[in-house]
């Protein structure tokens, strides 16, 4: 059975730094592309980045350009998210995924609050 | 990058009728949509998935169509059950993915 779960959410100051983890199990996790995708509370899904099996691709959206890295090791089954200069527009919950072969994330996981306030 | 516009943004149906969501992109997907649907509190759980390809295990009165830049989900014989939120998603290419702005399937 696939699972994907989520730690590191937590309150934290603006311009500070989270780092969030995915731990995945039920797969071989080296063949996926993973994705993290947010919500922010009352609003829709929003896609945050992509990463490639092996590390070498990695996609953001503009607004978190420059802040944010995902990062992955495949040794250890884990996703990662470091998220720095954080803002309040970046409170939301944030979800793990695993794509499909074609990239379409298929398993969610149940995702890790992150709330950005002074 | 590709823009989804998804309509309408609340749909208030009751059980047993026949439902239509609509998403149309900013440009050619060929067939890489997604639905999703979503209850409060709780993670997005895949239906349907290159357009038109039902998840296992999706009862089979969710069904979805398209291609280029203009797909549907549709619901026929709405069930209780399936009062919630519904997104489409693109993902056409690894660079960029992007989601519709969400339906909110209501109980009339």
């Known amino acids: 059975e696939v699972q994907l779960v989520e730690s590191g959410g937590d309150l934290v100051q603006p311009g500070g730094s989270l780092r969030l983890s995915c731990a995945a199990s039920?797969?071989?996790?080296?063949?996926?592309?993973m994705t993290w995708v947010r919500q922010a509370p009352g609003k829709g899904l929003e896609w945050v980045a992509n990463?490639?099996?092996?590390?070498?691709?990695?996609y953001y959206v503009d607004s978190v350009r420059g802040r944010f890295t995902i990062s992955r090791d495949n040794a250890k089954n884990s996703l990662y998210l470091q998220m720095n200069s954080l803002r309040a527009e970046d409170t939301a919950v944030y979800y793990c995924?695993?794509?499909?072969?074609?990239?379409?994330?298929?398993?969610w996981g149940q995702g890790t609050p992150v709330t950005v306030s002074s | 990058d590709i823009q989804m516009t998804q309509s309408p943004s609340t749909l208030s149906a009751s059980v047993g009728d026949r439902v239509t969501i609509t998403c149309r992109a900013s440009?050619?997907?060929?067939?890489?949509l997604a639905w999703y649907q979503q209850k409060p509190g709780k993670a997005p759980k895949l239906l349907i998935y290159?357009?038109?390809s039902l998840v296992s295990g999706v009862p089979s009165r969710f069904s979805g169509s398209g291609s280029g830049t203009e797909f549907t989900l549709t619901i026929s014989c709405l069930q209780p059950d399936d009062f919630a939120t519904y997104y489409c998603?693109?993902?056409?290419?690894?660079?960029?993915?992007?989601f519709g702005q969400g339906t909110k399937l209501e109980i009339k």
């Open positions: 290159k357009a038109s």
């Open positions: 995924t695993r794509g499909d072969s074609s990239g379409c994330p298929q398993y």
């Open positions: 998603q693109q993902y056409n290419s690894y660079s960029s993915y992007t």
């Open positions: 440009q050619s997907l060929n067939s890489w």
């Open positions: 039920g797969f071989t996790f080296s063949d996926y592309w």
């Open positions: 990463i490639k099996q092996d590390g070498s691709e990695k």
